[in-house]
């Protein structure tokens, strides 16, 4: 147990594959709040960040036998978070906004500790296309690379920076001389 | 309790309810027996008519491409990563079509719309059982309409083997309608099954 917390994702995932729950444990304890934060910020609401939290994890039980050796678990992990999201996005076809069209409050709670840089990031990414604000998000706030991205949506690296560029030359037009994303 | 110790508690019963990991390649092997069995079946029980076939290379072409299709489609379809080669499974139904259609012998036995209709019911139920395991296979996947398209083609694939050996009609205009486009119908079918089946889990 005790060499659990040391052990990288996939030696982890290797564990879980071969019947080591606490090795889940260790994964969920690791990954599972910056999930949330993520999927708070792609949905818009944090009640249904829970739902898709659940949903996320609940996939990775079911589904980890699929897991190949070899692969990396986080661009696993938030493609699984993604794909549920977009399913939860088709269903109620519309995003949760507020009037002025920003996102609700919990959906960044982030770095960002200016409580009026916030609102205008969060009006800012609301107005950005599903797809660009994905690419944002797992970039610019999860850290992830264009190619761990591409692998997670499916499309090639250099379509995925497309996508971030565009996203990211809307918010610079929108939120000029306040952020730099 | 947070919301997230909720959560890992409900993942923790989850788990306790599916202890073990059931590896990706058994509902490989699942697919591809019910696709190539049916395909096989049909070949061993239908009476042959090599006739509709203008050469013995090309029938054999047509046929060997159809059963990898039907095989091993069905593992480009449900292999985690392959986006390659589900790309390379479109591009062998296509080129294996072309086979088909190269190999038409032009002889029809009364026309070129003899027995047509009974083809394309044919390759209909023939594909059913393969449609409904794939729909069932691919329901425990996120969407991929790419996955979907290559297991559709895969499931119609068996039951083309068979009405390609046993219909005695090689003209052109009725290997089209009859035997080709109903594969396609049945691929887009198992599409749209699989577009109204929810999904059991979101990985990929």
Redesign the interface.
Known sequence: MSDLPDSDDEALMARF???D?RA??AL?TRH??AV?RYLTRVSGSAAAA?DL????????????????SG?RFKP?LY???T??AR?AHRRTKSETVTDDGALPDEAVESELRDPGLERAVRAALAKLPEAQREAIVLHRFEGLSFAEIASIV?LTESAVKVRAHRGYETLRTVLKGVWEP | MSGLDAIRAAAQAELARTPRARPWWVDALALAGTNLGVGLVLMVVLTPHLEQHASEAFRQLGTAGLLLVAGGGAFAAVRPGWRTVRWSMVALAAGSTLVVLAAASGVGPVGPLFGGAGCGVLEGLYSLIPVLVSTFVLSRFAPDLLRSVVAGLSAGAGGLVGLHLHCPNGTLAHLVAFHLVPWVVVSAGAVGLRRLVGSATWAP
């Open positions: 594959c071969a019947g729950a889940f444990e969920f599972a709040p949330r829970d939290v659940q949903a996320t994890f609940f996939s990775v039980v079911k589904a980890r036998g699929r897991f190949l692969a696993w493609a699984i978070a794909n549920a399913d499916g």
